[in-house]
């Protein structure tokens, strides 16, 4: 099987990460990746997510032939899926995701000031990654709610979501 399910709920929490790291790492052009590290120190850090999927979702660090084989079990909640929003990920993307997780942190904890070539690339690929592959998972009322998600650097007279909002009740038990 090439796909895992994944809870709606997760793909909303991941959506709103990607989207905080994107709109962080594009504030961080004018100041130094020292504060977005300082930024990081009081939220929800890449270690954390990669912890998580790790856990939760059994991603692995290496590449798709690591991934353990997932149990083809099929039970009731598949035919109620009107009440149990469940998507799915294929391996690829939640190794995907689990990189450009680690090349973030990486990135915070390199010690650079500036911001590079290096850094935009990353931002982009962020981007790319959570607007073209979960946006589309996401209605459109959920999208307009996690879309003004709080970042470093945001103008303080906008009304941002908080993080807090969006994060699933399992983050915390890991």
Not at 16 to 41: G, I, M, P
Not at 112 to 139: G, N, W
Request: charged share 35%.
């Amino acid at each position: 099987m090439n796909e895992l399910e994944v809870d709606y709920k997760q793909i909303l929490f991941f959506y709103a990460f990607l989207r905080q790291v994107d709109l962080s790492l594009d504030r961080s052009r004018w100041t130094s990746l020292k504060e977005l590290h300082d930024y990081y120190q009081e939220r929800i850090s890449p270690e954390q997510m990669i912890s998580y999927l790790k856990i939760k979702l059994n991603v692995p660090d290496g590449d798709f032939n690591d991934f353990p084989a997932q149990e083809e079990t099929r039970n009731n909640k598949g035919k109620f899926k009107l009440f149990n929003k469940k998507t799915t990920l294929s391996k690829e993307e939640l190794i995907h995701f689990h990189q450009l997780l680690k090349l973030f942190d990486q990135c915070l904890k390199s010690g650079e000031e500036k911001y590079s070539i290096e850094t935009e690339s990353l931002r982009v690929d962020i981007a790319k990654f959570y607007s073209l592959l979960l946006e589309p998972k996401i209605t459109k009322s959920d999208l307009k709610k996690v879309i003004s998600i709080e970042h470093y650097g945001q103008n303080r007279l906008l009304k941002t979501k908080e993080m807090k909002e969006v994060i699933p009740k399992d983050f915390f038990t890991i």
